[in-house]
């Protein structure tokens, strides 16, 4: 098993230490002649998602990597990796992949004095730690996307098939859970 | 783990890592900026390079400017006060900037002490010059460091300097036999704690950006290879003939910092660039303030 690691800017080498710690192997796209390599699934991380989404487009990533998302390649997004695979942003006019039956809020906490860490259930793994850094939240799931985890009365993770997001930054935390659950994906995706 | 406000005013740096972070003086021109890539704003009144032109006592700009620009963008806004100026800090704090540049680039207000940063809940970036300075920053609370560089001169060999000396002092320590560290910390004026952190991970406990003179998509790529984790870039866009594309090109040369077939491409066709001044033609070396 091989995952990329979308690393156009943001908090991409600390998902990739996550990884190291759970021995996959992992390497950085940077630009379209990366996607060239054998991957697995694809981690978009924290970052700007203006930024990210930019990047993406004038270095000729976006059309490869949402079709290869929609072919279903298993994808993590934390907080902009999360806006990147919205298919609605309430306060955005811009969207990007698209991919997945979420609306999300972008800075919905506010500016960074809004920034907190709580600990909260999150599906069947329990009670993890969770850093919110502006981060957005979901104010609804629909189609096949379920809701995963909630804080205050707001969905902050959510999974539709082959995509997993998280409003909060599981690779800014100790706990290596979240980034197995992805690897577990991951695997099932690639034995079918 | 509580809500600790160091560690996730940390953190927001992690998220700016591997970006530039573009002065504005203007909505507009923060606008342009989120446009080419930014990601995030300074906001200030006069870019660096004006502010050394039009001397004088240089202070922190008008709250009605930044929250202009606030309003104007969704990425992170930064602002400067003045070294030692914890009431223009306060300031910046109730309009809820999202990171404060305790910044050599405006006249020190206070020619010994530092900003106890330890007693604010939003994040501050300091410059420095040396892994002296960035630890001593560090243990005021600073959850960012820069370089210093000598801004608004388009010269980049100051931040050049600084990213060098840093990263060497930094391989220095982390060589070091266990029992030395606490000359070092001694030499140094810090906290032994902190000279440990960098001798067991070889960096800076927080994250180091370089500023200060960068003007080229191949300033900023000089910048990342020799360590820096991203970009400021002051006056160097709005100071140039082109500024849309001269920033894009930038924001893109950071991104894909060792690919110099990438960056042959970006240089091209930019349009003239801030005609800036040498070192040896500066009157105020600003890196001289505050150490």
């Known amino acids: 098993m091989r995952i990329a690691v979308l690393a156009l800017q943001g908090a991409f080498i600390e998902h ?50 949402k079709e290869a998302v929609e072919k279903g390649l298993p994808v993590f997004g934390t907080c902009a990796g999360l806006l990147l695979l919205a298919k609605k942003i309430k306060n955005d006019d811009r969207v990007h992949f698209a991919t997945m039956d979420i609306t999300a809020v972008r800075n919905a906490y506010g500016r960074q ?40 009365g707001h969905i902050v993770a959510a999974r539709q098939g082959n995509q997993l997001v998280t409003a909060f930054h599981p690779e800014l935390n100790d706990d290596l859970r979240i980034h197995r659950y992805f690897a577990d994906m991951v695997r099932s995706a690639s034995s079918k | 783990m509580e809500n600790n406000r160091f560690e996730l005013n940390k953190n927001l740096a992690q998220m700016l890592k591997g970006g530039v972070i573009m002065d504005v003086t203007t909505p507009e021109q923060a606008k342009i900026a989120e446009a080419a890539g930014a990601c995030a704003v300074m906001a200030l009144e006069r870019i660096p390079a004006d502010i050394r032109a039009a001397g004088g006592v240089s202070r922190m700009s008008d709250p009605k400017m930044i929250k202009g620009i606030q309003n104007a963008v969704s990425i992170p806004v930064m602002a400067k006060c003045r070294i030692g100026h914890f009431a223009e800090a306060q300031i910046l704090q109730a309009i809820e900037i999202d990171y404060i540049d ?35 920053r560090i243990n005021e609370g600073a959850s960012m460091i820069r370089t210093k560089g000598e801004p608004g001169t388009g010269d980049v060999v100051q931040a050049v300097r600084h990213m060098r000396m840093m990263q060497s002092e930094i391989r220095r320590i982390a060589s070091m036999a266990d029992d030395e560290l606490f000359d070092v910390a001694k030499q140094l004026q810090v906290p032994y704690d902190l000279v440990l952190y960098v001798h067991e991970n070889k960096k800076l406990p927080v994250v180091n950006f370089a500023a200060g003179g960068v003007a080229t998509p191949a300033d900023a790529a000089l910048m990342m290879q020799l360590g820096a984790e991203g970009v400021f870039v002051g006056s160097g866009i709005f100071k140039s003939g082109n500024p849309e594309k001269r920033a894009a090109a930038i924001v893109k040369a950071v991104t894909n ?30 890196a001289e303030r505050g150490k």
């Open chain 1, 16 to 65: 990739e230490q996550m990884l190291k710690r759970l021995d996959i192997p992992s390497f950085e796209i940077r630009q379209k002649r990366d996607l060239d390599n054998d991957f697995d699934g694809l981690i978009i991380p924290g970052g700007e998602s203006t930024v990210q989404g930019k990047l993406m487009r004038e270095l000729d990533l976006y059309d490869p990597i």
């Open chain 1, 113 to 152: 004095l809004g920034s907190f860490y709580t600990e909260s259930e999150f599906g069947c793994i329990g009670k993890i730690p969770m850093t919110f850094i502006r981060a957005p939240y979901i104010e609804t799931v629909s189609g096949s996307a379920e809701a995963l985890a909630a804080v205050d």
């Open chain 2, 102 to 136: 305790e910044s050599e680039v405006l006249s020190p207000a206070d020619d010994k002490y530092h900003i106890d940063k330890t007693k604010f809940d939003v994040p501050f970036v300091c410059g420095a010059k040396d892994l002296g300075e960035a630890l001593r």
């Open chain 2, 257 to 286: 910092f060792t690919d110099a077939k990438m960056l042959a491409e970006l240089s091209e066709d930019l349009g003239e660039a801030m005609v800036g001044i040498n070192e040896q033609e500066i009157q105020l070396l600003m």
